[in-house]
């Protein structure tokens, strides 16, 4: 099955400076890679998503680049804010969704 | 719209009984997953539940088993609690055929005491 590794497992950060997490998947047959933001104590919420057909994909302060070749995909955030702090999973899946493999999360700190 | 609701929000449970949880997705979302989530072991795939179907199964012992029903609504039971079963469970809905993600419930959560 999909193996999905995120990198760092936690980063500190100066507010206004970038922020920047990667993920690394295997299956070559996964065409669908969401972001999730998990605030302390509630559910994780989809950010920003793309699909395979695309390389980048920007939403305001944050974007999202994928490098199927490498299988590697990475979320960029701008500008951070300490709302920004929480802990951030990505995931990829396949055509029949019927499974998303999930990164084991960046616990992401903005220093105000 | 509704999203996806989860009951109850907490549970204690003591080691031995069994628990089931309910979730209910978003109106049109047919598809419904179960996670695991614990601190050190991240989101740990349960299963998934398509048209009453379970299409997919994750890594864990036959204890943990779900079901749902003809209107998408799901229920996953732990039997022979375990104190290592403390966790949130989460539940996510989404509408793949249509190219949806996931979108998540609160999660209930248990502890095994």
């Known amino acids: 099955g999909e193996n999905v590794e995120q990198h760092p497992s936690t980063l500190s950060v100066q507010e206004g400076d970038s922020a920047v997490i990667k993920c690394t998947y295997s299956?070559?047959?996964?065409?669908?890679f969401p972001w999730y933001k998990q605030e302390l104590g509630k559910r994780p919420q989809l950010i920003i998503d793309?699909?395979?057909?695309?390389g980048e994909k920007k939403d305001q302060r944050i974007a999202v680049t994928l490098n199927k070749t490498a299988k590697h995909f990475s979320l960029h955030i701008t500008e951070t804010q300490p709302e920004d702090s929480a802990v951030y999973f990505c995931?990829?899946?396949?055509?029949?969704?019927?499974?998303?493999?999930f990164g084991t999360g960046t616990s992401l700190t903005v220093i105000p | 719209k509704a999203g996806v609701t989860q009951t109850p929000r907490y549970l204690i449970k003591t080691r031995g009984q069994q628990v089931t949880l309910s979730c209910s997705p978003i109106s049109g979302h047919r598809s419904v997953s179960w996670y695991q989530q614990t601190p050190g072991q991240g989101l740990q795939f349960l299963f998934e539940?398509?048209?009453?179907?379970?299409?997919n199964k994750g890594n864990f012992p036959g204890r943990f088993s779900g079901r749902q029903f003809s209107n998408s609504r799901s229920e996953m039971n732990v039997s022979t609690l375990e104190l290592g079963d403390s966790a949130l469970y989460l539940c996510?809905?989404?509408?793949?055929?249509?190219?949806?993600?996931?979108?998540f419930g609160s999660g209930t959560r248990l502890t095994v005491v």
């Open positions: 995931a990829a899946t396949s055509n029949t969704g019927n499974q998303f493999y």
């Open positions: 539940y398509f048209s009453e179907t379970q299409r």
């Open positions: 299956d070559s047959a996964s065409n669908y």
């Open positions: 996510a809905s989404s509408r793949w055929a249509q190219g949806g993600g996931y979108t």
């Open positions: 793309i699909r395979s057909n695309v």
